[in-house]
């Protein structure tokens, strides 16, 4: 289905800036809604049903997966996240670009539903510096953050899978970029017809 929003897919290994990028983002494009993914773990600190995450339980989410509700979902460190197709197709069908920032199984899965998703990846520059930034970050223990690092090792293998790569080496910089590979979708001419539909009927261009 050709809807006149964007869909954007952000996807990194823990610690490399994805959640700090796509925050700064969402505060500087009106034009851009965040999704809200279900998830079966419990929430953390100050976190909001509905704002950060539905939170639901396991049987809860089976259902959803069984009404084939998600348009993907995948276990993450022991949880289960999964991002609802309708939540989706009402905001673009609107005309909103949505923001998806999901973790790689699900970003390779996305595409199989809709064709039209830009991916992006974000990298660290090194992996000293991810693991310093997990240290700096201090909320989880040394086996976590080697967990995490094992884990950034196998997902960075995927990068191929996407069509923009940023390295979060300087966050302003990689926020131009993040910026940057937005709004030159919307100026791609296959967007700009779904978006601009009555424009280009206006103009008698096919
Ligand atoms: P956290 O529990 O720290 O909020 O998130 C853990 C990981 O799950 C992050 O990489 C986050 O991006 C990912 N995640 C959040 N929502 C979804 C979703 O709907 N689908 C998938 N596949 N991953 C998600």
């Known amino acids: 289905m050709d809807y006149?929003?964007?869909?954007?897919?952000?996807a990194a290994p823990s610690g490399a800036g994805k959640s700090s990028l796509c925050k700064a983002l969402l505060e500087l494009d009106s034009r851009l809604q965040p999704s809200v993914s279900h998830t079966t773990r419990p929430p953390r600190g100050q976190e909001k049903h509905g704002r950060e995450y539905f939170?639901?339980?396991?049987?809860?989410?089976?259902?959803m997966v069984?009404?084939?509700a998600f348009v993907e979902w995948a276990h993450v460190h022991a949880n289960r996240y999964g991002t609802s197709k309708k939540a989706i197709e009402d905001r673009m069908a609107m005309g909103a670009d949505v923001i998806l920032e999901i973790d790689f199984q699900g970003a390779v899965q996305i595409k199989n539903v809709f064709a039209n998703a830009i991916c992006i990846f974000i990298l660290p520059p090194s992996w000293?510096?991810?693991?310093?930034?997990?240290?700096?970050r201090g909320e989880?223990?040394?086996?976590?953050?080697?967990?995490?690092m094992k884990n950034a090792q196998l997902e960075v293998a995927q990068v191929a899978e996407f069509d923009f790569v940023i390295i979060n080496e300087l966050f302003d910089r990689a926020l131009f970029d993040l910026k940057t590979i937005v709004h030159?979708?919307?100026?791609?001419?296959s967007a700009q017809r779904r978006a601009r539909a009555e424009t280009f009927k206006a103009l008698n261009i096919l």
């Open 55 to 63: 939170f639901v339980s396991q049987s809860e989410f089976d259902a």
């Open 66 to 68: 069984a009404a084939d």
């Open 4 to 10: 006149p929003g964007n869909l954007f897919v952000v």
């Open 140 to 148: 989880d223990s040394p086996e976590i953050i080697d967990m995490r």
């Open 128 to 136: 000293e510096e991810l693991r310093s930034r997990l240290e700096r």
């Open 184 to 189: 030159s979708q919307r100026l791609k001419i």
